[in-house]
């Protein structure tokens, strides 16, 4: 069925910041680009903008297509549109390409302007606190002083966290979906895991394998299958796969089941379009976000000075980041008398199931937002009333 | 704001003037969040419900309600010790399986307690099983062989309930039929309606 709820053709456009970022390890970004999509209209108050953060491979490309003839949109289009949960006749919709990224914004493969040759190895390692306050800087770039909502699933949810912790008078809403307080040492191992199969690839060249003109593809291609097994559950897997075999069993290592062809495939696919640096800093962003650490583990604490009301949404199936870890945002939320309402969603496609349009979760969505109140109609009103 | 047109609930009014203005508020299967609205509306109570149920938990959610998706049966780990000035269940009580463990996690997280259920002692309910059928009625819509509850229990039996577990009965009213009830409770009244804490605590 094709509806006409897209946001249509949409372009990415890029932001240069002069002033140098102190990130948190110390390390200093002389200069550095954000690139961005919008969708929908900032009205006059600028009080109906929305920021998208994305995940461990997402981009800026949200919503729409860049050609009518592109095979995919942007990678939350079911969400993001005319009419769709988060409409964009309400709310201005920003997506962001995070720092480090490989898709516009400043990453190792950019330019060091000290040497003139792609950062590599000696592009820094970022956290999540870096890449929130880097999109602060754009909300500000864009004038906007408060965002009607932060959204985001996964690692895009500990980003929405991490905003209502530092900037909580910059966030009015914030909905993190499928995400966690921090890691757990098994989500952490897997991470570990990715980043060896990276490293140990001979193509890697300590992270410098811009200047060797290879990419260590193997690695990345390993770290991407590991990825997909734990964004799935095992239900999904076996619904979609199952034992399946493509032919028959040919006593080989080639891919005979059905299973190992779609984890190449993804592999394949995602080692051709993704940078191995990027993908370290990632899992490593993830690693380390852990706001309750300087507050001796308790994040009830750590989420003292948040105002924002939140949406926090789980998977019932999502076993790398699992209810239980949405029920300790809530309930540091609920220990600071915060606004705060919680849904677990009965799901069977695992952590992947934050980026599919399940009716239930896409009407929570789409109830949520549509009571965020934004000026779009009222601003007009009071103008012209107190202007007579 | 819309306001819809609702039937006066005595329940809710009685609920309602057991709370201190600005109350600090636990609903517990909250439903479609009626009763916190009210409350809202009437106390400005600081509310939180607790919902199950997928479509009660939209629906509570998008009134403008905070709800917490979750089944009361794995108890309140979520909720610190006497951390809310009042929890709620209403008309709850007879379909958790967990009863005793329910109550206990109650008046663990609560300063007091309010519990109402359809009195299984109300004489229609007595007279139908004397006719040798299971109550059915506006309080208990249900068929015996798809009916949620599973504790039903008497005015009696809840009393009783609350003195074996130490648990003080600050009041106690009964309704039929949106009227108190003060003669013969257990056999005149349809809902009872208890407000409770913990003798322990005190």
Known sequence: MQVNNSVGIVAPQSAHFDAPLTLKSGAVLPQFDLVY??????????????????????????????????????????????NKPLDTHKFFVIGVNNLGGCHGSTGAASTNPATGQPWGSQFPVLTVEDWVTSQTLLADYLGIQQLAA????????????????????????ALVIASAPNLTAQNMAFNEVARQAIITDPEFHGGDYYAHGVVPRRGLRIARMLGHITYLSDDAMGEKFGRKLKDTIKYSFDAEFEMESYLRYQGDKFAGEFDANTYLRMTRALDYFDPALEYNGDLSVALKKVTAQFLVVSFTSDWRFSPARSREI??????????VSYAEVTAAHGHDAFLMPDPHYHAILRSYLDNIQVNNIQVNNIQVGGKA | MTVTKQEFRHDFAIIASWLPFGAKVLDLGCGDGALLQYLKASLEVRGYGVEKDDANWLAGMSSGINVIQMDLEAGLSGFEDQSFDTVILSQTLQAVHNTEGIVREMLRVGHEVIVTFPNFGYWRNRSQILTGNMPVSKSLPH???????????????????????????KERLVLTDNKPVTFMPNLMGNLAMYRLENTQLK
């Open chain 1, 330 to 339: 809530v309930k540091a939320l609920l220990d600071n008398e915060r606004t």
């Open chain 1, 150 to 173: 932060v959204v985001g699933g996964s690692l895009g949810g500990m980003q929405t966290l991490q905003w209502t912790i530092a900037y909580p008078e910059r966030v009015r809403h």
């Open chain 1, 37 to 82: 999509e919008t969708y929908g209209t900032l009205n006059a108050d600028k009080s109906n903008a929305v920021l998208i953060c994305h995940a461990l491979s997402g981009t800026h490309h949200v919503a729409g297509k860049y050609a009518e003839d592109d095979k995919y949109p942007g990678w939350w289009d079911n969400l993001i549109g005319p």
């Open chain 2, 143 to 169: 068929q015996w062989f798809n009916t949620p509850n599973v504790h039903l229990c008497t005015i009696n039996d809840f009393d009783q309930f609350c003195k074996d577990s130490n648990i003080t009965i």
